[in-house]
C-alpha cells in the first residue's frame, strides 16, 4: 500500500533555530514529492515540489531534499521565525494515469520567542 | 490575482440536512478536487474532476455529491447520508495532464461543523 509517513509528529523550537522535518515514503512508481506549508485553519502552501530526478530544493529559508532510492525527503528550517509555526505536509505524486497524490499527516511545529 | 476561492470559510449544518460548499478557480486549471481534513489525519480524497462534465470518486464518497458544469467551478455537497460531516474541506486544482510537476494550488478552506 503506497503510503507517506512524516516524524515528528510535532516539534517544538526557539526562534532562530535550525530544525529537520522527516518523510519516508513507500509510493511507487514516484512522480514527484512536494511538502506544503499550512497554517492554522488555511489551505496548504507550497513551498517546494522535487522530481526524482533532484536531491535538494531551496525556498527562502526551507530547503528540501529527497533520496529516491531510499525514499526520503527531508525539509530543513533555517533560523525559524514565529511566523514558521504551522503544520508542514509531504506530498508524494504517484503516476498512475491520474497522477494521485498520497499525503503525510504533517509535522506540526511551534516556534516560540 | 489567479486564484481559487472557497466559500463559506464556517457552516453550521443541522441534522438531516444537505449543505453545498463553493469552490471556484480562475486559474484554467482542468482538474479539480476535494479534501477532507480531519485531526491526526492526512487528507483524504472525496471527488475529482478531470474535465467538465466528468467527475470521479475518491477514497471517501460516501455522503458526498460533486457537480463540474462549468471549468471554473466544483460544488461540494454534504448530503444527510453523511454521518459524520464535521471536519474542514479543502479544494484544490491543478493543471492535470501534462505538466505533472505544476503546483497543486489550494483553497483557503471550510470548516463545517453539525449542530
Known amino acids: 500500500k503506497n503510503q507517506v509517513e512524516q516524524s515528528p509528529q510535532s516539534l517544538i523550537i526557539l526562534e532562530g533555530k535550525n530544525c529537520t522535518l522527516q518523510c519516508n515514503y513507500t509510493v511507487s512508481p514516484f512522480s514527484n514529492l512536494r511538502w506544503y506549508k499550512q497554517d492554522t485553519g488555511r489551505g496548504p502552501v507550497s513551498l517546494t515540489i522535487?522530481?526524482?530526478?533532484?536531491n535538494t530544493k531551496s525556498n527562502g529559508r526551507y530547503t528540501a531534499t529527497l533520496d529516491a532510492d531510499t525514499k526520503q525527503s527531508s525539509l530543513h528550517i533555517t533560523a525559524s521565525q514565529l511566523s514558521d509555526s504551522a503544520s508542514y505536509i509531504c506530498v508524494v505524486s504517484e503516476i498512475s494515469g491520474t497522477y494521485k497524490y498520497i499525503f503525510g499527516t504533517g509535522t506540526r511545529l511551534k516556534v516560540l520567542a | 490575482d489567479g486564484g481559487i476561492t472557497q466559500s463559506p470559510k464556517y457552516l453550521f449544518r443541522k441534522e438531516g440536512q444537505n449543505v453545498t460548499l463553493s469552490c471556484e478557480q480562475n486559474?484554467?486549471?482542468?482538474?479539480m478536487y476535494w479534501y477532507r481534513q480531519d485531526p491526526g489525519q492526512g487528507l483524504r480524497l472525496i471527488y475529482y474532476s478531470q474535465i467538465v462534465n466528468d467527475f470521479q470518486k475518491g477514497d471517501i464518497a460516501e455522503g458526498y455529491s460533486v457537480s463540474r458544469e462549468k471549468k471554473e467551478s466544483f460544488p461540494l455537497t454534504v448530503t444527510s447520508a453523511q454521518k459524520n460531516p464535521t471536519a474542514f474541506y479543502l479544494c484544490a486544482s491543478s493543471i492535470e495532464k501534462g505538466a505533472p510537476n505544476y503546483g497543486y494550488t489550494f483553497g483557503s478552506g471550510t470548516r463545517l461543523t453539525v449542530v
Open positions: 522535487m522530481t526524482f530526478s533532484e
Open positions: 486559474l484554467n486549471h482542468d482538474a
